[in-house]
């Protein structure tokens, strides 16, 4: 049986992910050193090409975290505010 708790910290890893996938794909448009963003705008469609990107690099961080987050709850002892 799932745990209501569970599926909220699958879902805050989730969004952390997210977070960090939108703020990674920001800086790497925005630093012209690496030159993606030149990159994306000799494209044919840059809107679609730069949309891609985004949501490629929000996907994957949201998945990576998701699962990190998974293995981590699931793994830890869940009786560790108890003292003796």
């Known amino acids: 049986m799932i745990k209501p708790s569970l599926l909220m910290e699958a879902t805050s890893h989730t969004a952390m992910g997210v ?10 448009t925005h630093v012209t050193a690496l030159g993606i963003a030149t990159l994306i705008s000799y494209s044919p469609a840059p809107d679609a090409v730069m949309l891609m990107f985004v949501g490629t690099c929000a996907i994957t961080f949201g ?7 998974l293995a981590i709850t699931l793994t830890e002892d869940p009786d560790t505010t108890r003292r003796e």
Not at 63 to 69: R, V
């Open 19 to 28: 977070a960090v996938g939108l703020t990674f794909a920001f800086l790497v």
């Open 63 to 69: 998945i990576g975290a998701t699962l990190t987050g």
